[in-house]
């Protein structure tokens, strides 16, 4: 029978893991699963003695457990043992018995027992009168009342519902009770998905942090007072159910254990202070934790979750494109020198953007007052646009933001980090040219420092050679190349700033495929 | 003899040598290596090198929490020994054993209703706790009583300072034991995290770093910001690495040269497998006394 259930479980661990979002989207519970179960060595075959076989292979399940699915397997297969303690065989009523006590068993050692989990399975699987059945018979209705109630789990939690799966843990117990019902009629169990509509794999991208009313998920463990009164629980009931929902309270005489989703983590746990020590407590933010999920998925900017912050940055060049991205940019609009996008294309990327408050890096000096207007235009909008004139500054200011900052805080910090940044930008002259500080030749490379054009060379060496008199003391140079630049090209003037600078500097090339300009160079 | 055991988990990342030589007893976490399971034994059974070699040649690493059963088992025969257990566990906020711990000390009060079991949740990590218990050691050996330490250790544990970075953020990522990753990675750009562990024992980005040159200086300036009485601090320091030795003696010679009141050489230890299932190669970290972690 357990054989059954543990070939049940390999066979269909994948596809339990990939259900897996609750309560920790780790997608691991089929192998945990699995795991727990294939500890058990002994007496596989013949068993001479029931209560003696289950008390040792529930031994080895409780030693064998890994993750919470696990551990509650293994402790339901105890909770068994303990009814069979005894006993050589089995007929229907003492499995029922068995079952329900393997049920109580594992929902005792949960501290927070969550209804449409592997818990809700264990206990409706086998909540009704069927003794009068055979062993095998008593099984599939096990079974069948299980895969009921498995159904009806994306109804009970609503996490399951969005990641439109079941249970994972409910699932996994499932096939071990279609596997303990083969082994025992020995009709080994062959690879297949009977719960073919329920789909495959969940999908974290379905959560919207948006609508997660509640941030905070707190749970905490108190040591009663002496003195606490039923009365004074039932207001921590009231008032929990003011500010808060998802709330599981329980208490005896000796503990109080809480968890519940609110926006006030720290004003309950003052509260329950007052009425005993705290043992544990544990808060977390139910948004981040989402977020970490969804960053690993690659989604289209319309579904994006909400969040307190969202970056707007304007750029072109796939290679730049990829750097803002990889620091945090959540829109890009394109554009950059002579191709101004207008304040449209800004609202169009902050319509995408379900944030708190959008900063906009414009990136460039001609595209600063678009920004401006864009965030105006903006109504009932946050948008803050930070003045970067150029590529370089854009950067730095993104490297210097952090989610955690408030909004003053953040621009006050990005426009620091901006000011600490020398841009240059080398390109080849399209046209000649004269004003008072320089005269250029078409053709002529020129270097840009900031706002200002500085060099006219007849060689990009001559450019550079200028370019490393003036940046003096700068411990990092990063080299953006441009469309139609070879790498080795990249590297070779690398190489020539390198012996120019001397040891100190650390330089840094990136492809960053912009167009018009040859070498972006930030220097800080 | 001691009428009691000071204990902690195998994620303290102290040598083998300088866990019997302070007289500490310990209960080994296991990871899996490409599906293998192996026992987390402060490098004996695959030394640190090679299991890094293997992450960095693409092994898988995971890690499984310390069950209730391995607890009980663990803990049974030292109070049958008739001994007291104060045990000090990896940081809750890193992972459920510390719970699996206080079930399993729960379930043996029971059982042996005349011995003390006392279950520390550290909120730390890595040879961070390991400084604890080897202080915790001092502590005791200068005749102080299990109470006594358990006390102590409740009230000055979130003074033990927690700071690090890496090269490489995709261990910690895949492991999601980290706070926000967003904007962290900055593979491009070279960018180095500067981390911390807060107050609920969790890790947290704090700073982009732009090269390895510029962080391991901001890692050695916190240190200066926080560590008690600033650079007169007088405490012992640890340092600890995964594969990048060099690292962590630039970071100890720094600071040796920046604090002159330190207590004895910093300790350089290497990252073990636990830990180093998450973080992968490319961490170095700092710990020392000082401020009390607040946020």
């Known amino acids: ?524 | 003899m001691n009428d009691f055991i000071l204990s902690c988990d195998s994620t303290i990342d102290l040598t083998l040598e300088h866990v019997r030589a302070r007289g500490l007893e310990f209960i080994s976490y296991h990871f899996f290596l490409d599906g293998v399971m192996y026992k987390d034994d402060l490098g004996q059974t695959i030394p640190h090198d090679q299991f890094y070699e293997k992450l960095k040649k693409g092994a898988d690493a995971k890690t499984s929490q310390i069950n209730i059963e391995e607890y009980l088992e663990y803990f049974t025969p030292y109070l049958e020994q008739g001994k007291d257990i104060l045990h000090v566990s990896l940081s809750s906020g890193l992972s459920g054993s510390y719970n699996h711990a206080v079930t399993a000390a729960k379930e043996l009060s029971e059982k042996y209703p005349d011995r003390k079991i006392y279950i520390v949740d550290s909120l730390g990590a890595s040879s961070g706790v390991g400084l604890i218990m080897d202080t915790l050691a001092d502590l005791r050996d200068e005749g102080k009583n299990i109470d006594e330490l358990y006390g102590w250790v409740e009230e000055n544990k979130l003074r033990m300072n927690y700071w690090f970075f890496s090269t490489d953020l995709s261990f910690y990522v895949k492991g999601g034991r980290i706070t926000k990753t967003e904007g962290m990675l900055g593979g491009l750009l070279g960018i180095c995290p500067l981390m911390n562990v807060n107050s609920q024992g969790k890790l947290v980005p704090r700073e982009k770093v732009r090269t390895k040159k510029r962080v391991i200086r901001e890692l050695v300036a916190r240190m200066e910001e926080y560590a008690d009485g600033g650079l007169d601090y007088s405490g012992k320091c640890y340092v600890v690495h995964s594969a990048c030795y060099e690292d962590a003696r630039e970071i100890a010679d720094l600071i040796e040269a920046r604090f002159p009141k330190i207590n004895g050489r910093v300790l350089i230890n290497s990252i073990g497998t636990t830990i180093g299932s998450h973080s992968g190669p490319g961490t170095a970290a700092v710990f020392f006394w000082g401020k009390k972690r607040e946020d």
């Open chain 1, 1 to 524: 029978m357990l054989c059954g259930a543990v070939a049940a479980l390999q066979n269909r661990k994948e596809e339990i893991n990939s259900m897996n979002v609750f309560p920790v989207p780790d997608g691991d519970t089929g192998t945990n699963m699995f795991m727990t179960l294939d500890a058990v060595h002994s007496g596989r075959g013949a068993v001479p003695h029931l209560g003696q076989y289950a008390e040792t292979s529930a031994r080895e399940m409780m030693r064998a457990a890994r993750g919470n699915s696990g551990v509650i397997l293994s402790l339901f297969f105890r909770g068994m043992a303990k009814a069979f303690a005894g006993h050589e065989s089995a007929d229907a009523a003492l499995l029922t018995e068995a079952f329900r006590v393997g049920a109580e068993e594992a929902r005792k050692a949960v501290l927070k027992p969550v209804e449409g989990t592997i818990l809700t399975v264990m206990r409706e699987c086998c909540s009704f009168d069927a003794s009068d059945n055979d062993l095998s018979g008593l099984l599939d209705k096990f079974h069948k009342a299980a895969y009921e109630t498995l159904k009806k789990t994306p109804e009970m939690l609503p996490v399951l519902k969005r990641a439109r799966v079941v249970d994972s843990g409910g699932l996994g117990f499932t096939a071990v009770l279609d596997g303990m019902k083969r082994g025992l009629v020995d009709d080994p169990i062959a690879i297949k998905h009977e719960e073919a509509e329920i789909r495959p794999a969940a999908d974290f991208h379905e959560f919207e942090t948006g609508d997660i009313k509640y941030a905070y998920c707190t749970e905490c463990l108190v040591s009663r007072k002496p003195g606490v009164t039923d009365l004074m629980i039932s207001d921590l009931r009231d008032y929990l159910n003011r500010i808060g929902d998802s709330i599981v309270l329980t208490e005896d005489d000796e503990i109080i254990k809480l968890h519940v989703h609110s926006n006030e983590p720290l004003k309950i746990l003052s509260k329950l202070a007052g009425l005993g020590e705290i043992q544990f407590s544990k808060i977390e933010n139910m948004r981040t934790q989402h977020q970490n999920l969804t960053s690993a998925g690659s989604k289209t900017e319309s579904e994006k979750p909400e969040k307190k912050y969202g970056i707007i940055a304007v750029s072109s060049g796939a290679g730049l494109t990829d750097v803002f991205r990889e620091l945090g940019a959540d829109a890009i609009v394109t554009g950059g020198q002579s191709m101004n996008p207008s304040a449209e294309d800004f609202l169009k990327a902050l319509k995408n953007l379900s944030c708190e408050h959008v900063i906009i890096l414009p990136n460039n000096s001609n595209i600063v007052l678009t920004a401006l207007q864009a965030a105006k235009l903006a109504e009932g909008r946050s948008v803050e646009v930070v003045k970067s004139v150029t590529i370089p500054q854009g950067i730095s200011a993104l490297i210097a933001f952090d989610s955690d900052l408030e909004v003053a805080e953040n621009i006050r910090k990005m426009t620091e980090a901006m000011s600490n940044v020398t841009s240059i930008a080398i390109t080849r002259a399209v046209r000649s040219m004269d004003s008072d500080k320089i005269t250029v030749r078409k053709n002529q490379i020129i270097g840009i420092v900031d706002k200002d054009l500085k060099y006219a060379t007849d060689s990009l060496e001559d450019c550079l050679r200028q370019l490393a008199a003036d940046i003096g003391d700068k411990e990092i140079i990063t080299i953006y190349y441009g469309k139609g630049i070879e790498e080795d090209e990249a590297k070779r003037v690398a190489g020539l700033l390198s012996g120019m600078l001397g040891p100190g500097c650390d330089i840094v090339t990136i492809p960053g495929e912009q167009p018009v300009y040859m070498y972006i160079i930030s220097a800080e």
